[in-house]
């Protein structure tokens, strides 16, 4: 079964009202032609060069296991939904077919991530979830990317989950962090889950319950033998003192010290100079305290002793651009192609195909959107997750979509890996039968 929170039997209750109120009024009006909607973004957010798609074919998966058992259906029954409509649902079952771009790989503005087909009321009910899913895991393994990115090989740890937006999102955080190469996370539940490596340090609390900042160090490093020592709550330097005195008197093992606020260049470089004087180069230094890619970089720029950085509120709340402009449009109906023109909001109608393109070194230079039965060189991203109603792929391996997402970043030009906006962005173009086929959408329409 498909991890999920809340409960399976209640998915079906997690969509906006407007969702079941159009899907009886297909139902009742007898509409049943096959649908086609895509799920894509317009503008990339905040200083973005790309995005990372996760979590779209984990969402097929779930909705395969989508029902509505009795007590929801009771539920629902006071909300003055017919009987008829009633018994649909509570006989539902997703019938129709997802194709999915893979999880890691990069995607751009217009892009599918993926693409829907089934009786219009069945893919109208899943607007919601599907948005709500992707968006999410989406947003935060993009954002942890560029934190990685930032650290240039430095190990970066999860320390977000108190200040996350609900316990969900903090849990399904750490399916994305996988992804984006996130070396492990302090989140129990999160860790488990997902299998990303548990690592936690202390907090301040636990060295101001003690008299003495030794006594609160040997007490935990005796219980937590190669444990990390927080050293910022006096006085950093002359907590580290104490560190050096507890190995090299008392033959403590301690395994790293972290530095949670301060000035974290010039306090890193001074206690890597007290533990290498002391002999004790194996002890690594950590920092945390309001991190970002922008302050990493600034971090790894300066060349400060840094072993880890502990990221937090910033990447966990993605601060800086907290949401994407994704729409889940209506793109054919009963065989017909079908499209919104609202000005500043392009739709393309119909199936498509994302193609990706490399040079001769391998390298991305682009890619192009096509009608989903032509043919290009390069490589297509869109493939058929689910049919007839069920998985037709094994669920998405996170190791190998961090793979794939490294791969990909490693391809991308230069200027586009930085953590501010690129001067040019990313080329994505429209296949001239994509764009003919728009033009004599929108001339057709009423």
Known sequence: MTAVWPRVDELGL???LYELNM??????????????????????????NYVVACGQEHAARLITELRFPEEQVRRLAP????????????????????????????????????????????????????????????LLASKAARVVRA????????????????????????????????????????????????????????????????????RYARDY?????????????????????????????????????????AQARAVRDKLDGAGLDGVRVVVSGGLDEWKVAALVASGAPIDGFGVGTEMGSVADAPSLDFAYKLTEYDGRPRLKASPGKPVYPSAKQVW????????LVGDEIT??????????????????????????????????????????PAPLLGTDRADTPYPVTFSEALENLRRRTLDSLP
Not at 109 to 127: F, I, K, M, T
Not at 188 to 194: D, R, T
Not at 196 to 211: C, E, K, N, V
Not at 240 to 251: F, N
């Open 14 to 16: 997690l969509t906006d």
């Open 225 to 265: 033998p190669g444990t990390t020592l927080l050293v910022d709550t006096y006085d950093c330097l002359a907590a580290v003192d104490k560190v050096i005195s507890l190995v090299r008197e008392e033959g403590l093992e301690v395994g790293a010290v972290r530095i949670d606020s301060g000035d974290l260049v």
């Open 371 to 412: 009608a989903a039965h032509e043919e290009r060189h390069g490589e297509p991203l869109l493939r058929t997750v689910v049919a007839g109603g069920e998985p037709v792929v094994p669920p998405p391996d996170p190791d190998a979509a961090r793979e794939r997402l490294r791969r990909e970043l490693a391809s991308l």
């Open 151 to 218: 650290a240039a090989g430095t190990p970066v740890l999860d320390f977000g989950m108190r200040r996350m937006h609900g316990l969900e999102a903090a849990w399904r955080s750490v399916r994305a962090y996988r992804v984006a190469g996130i070396g492990a996370t302090s989140n129990v539940l999160g860790g488990l889950s997902f299998d990303l490596p548990l690592r936690g340090t202390m907090a301040h609390s636990y060295i101001q319950s003690f008299d003495r900042e030794i006594d609160a160090f040997r």
């Open 79 to 138: 909300l003055g939904f017919r009987a008829e409509f009633l018994d649909w649902l509570a006989d539902f079952r997703f019938s129709g077919e997802v194709r999915a771009l893979p999880e890691g790989a990069l995607v751009f503005p217009q892009e599918p991530l993926l693409e829907l087909r089934a009786p219009v009321a069945e893919g109208q009910l899943l607007e919601s979830l599907l948005m709500n899913y992707v968006n999410l895991e989406t």
């Open 356 to 363: 990706r393109q490399y040079d001769g070194e391998g390298r």
């Open 23 to 48: 899907a009886q009024a297909y139902h009742l009006d007898g509409k049943k032609g096959e649908a086609l909607f895509s799920l894509f973004y317009r503008v990339l957010p905040g200083q973005r």
